[in-house]
């Protein structure tokens, strides 16, 4: 299963952003769905998670600025950015925790990246 993320861009301080994350490839199931970030020097970071039944998780940071959503016929995972900071300048990347079955009927855990987007907030 492929991601392919997208909707990154320059945006000034208080700014809003949606970036999109398609999957593609073989038929699966979702465990849960996530967007990460990466800031230079830092390290990789969770931004928000929204499981298969639809719950959401979001870190401190973001809590009331950013909202994740997933829309399952489109197979595409959804980021809304508001109320951008400098500090949310980073390369957003998406994840995906899912399942398969082969064609024996086994099943198969996997995890997917996407290729990151980078996002810069900045006057």
């Known amino acids: 299963v492929q991601l392919q993320a997208s909707g990154g861009g320059l945006v000034q301080p208080g700014g809003s952003l949606r970036l999109s994350c398609a999957a593609s490839?073989?038929?699966?199931?979702?465990?849960?769905m996530g967007w990460y970030r990466q800031a230079p020097g830092n390290k990789r970071e969770l931004v928000a998670t929204i499981t298969r039944d639809g719950s959401t998780h979001y870190a401190d940071s973001m809590l009331g600025r950013f909202t994740i959503s997933r829309d399952d016929a489109k197979n595409t995972l959804y980021l809304q950015m508001n109320s951008l900071k400098p500090e949310d300048t980073a390369v957003y990347y998406c994840n995906l925790d899912g399942y398969y079955y082969t064609d024996d009927g086994a099943p198969v855990v996997f995890k997917s990246w996407g290729q990151g987007t980078l996002v810069t907030v900045s006057s």
């Open positions: 490839g073989r038929r699966f199931s979702i465990n849960s």
